[in-house]
C-alpha cells in the first residue's frame, strides 16, 4: 500500500479515512506477525513508516469530527 500524505488525508470524507485505518492496521498487523514469527525483521522501514501513516490518519480524523 502505498504512504498516505496529509493533504492526500485530509482530501478524504471520514469513511474513506476509516477504511484506510482499517486497511493500515491490518497490513501493519501482518508485517508484525512476520517480523515475530521469523525473529528477523524483513524491512524495519516499512513497519516504522506504516505506525506514523497509522498516526498520520488518526490525528486527521480526530480534527475532522472536533470540527463538526
Known amino acids: 500500500m502505498a504512504?498516505?500524505?496529509?493533504?492526500d488525508i485530509r482530501e478524504?470524507?471520514?469513511d474513506e479515512i476509516q477504511?484506510?485505518?482499517?486497511?493500515?492496521k491490518a497490513e501493519y498487523?501482518?508485517?508484525i506477525s512476520k517480523s515475530?514469527?521469523?525473529g528477523v525483521y524483513e524491512n524495519p522501514g516499512k513497519i516504522k513508516e506504516?505506525?506514523?501513516t497509522i498516526a498520520?490518519?488518526?490525528t486527521?480524523?480526530?480534527?475532522k469530527q472536533k470540527e463538526t
Open 60 to 63: 486527521i480524523m480526530n480534527e
Open 36 to 38: 515475530s514469527a521469523s
Open 3 to 7: 504512504i498516505l500524505r496529509s493533504k
Open 29 to 31: 498487523a501482518k508485517n
Open 50 to 52: 506504516l505506525k506514523r
Open 12 to 14: 478524504m470524507d471520514v
Open 56 to 58: 498520520r490518519v488518526l
Open 19 to 24: 477504511k484506510k485505518l482499517g486497511e493500515l
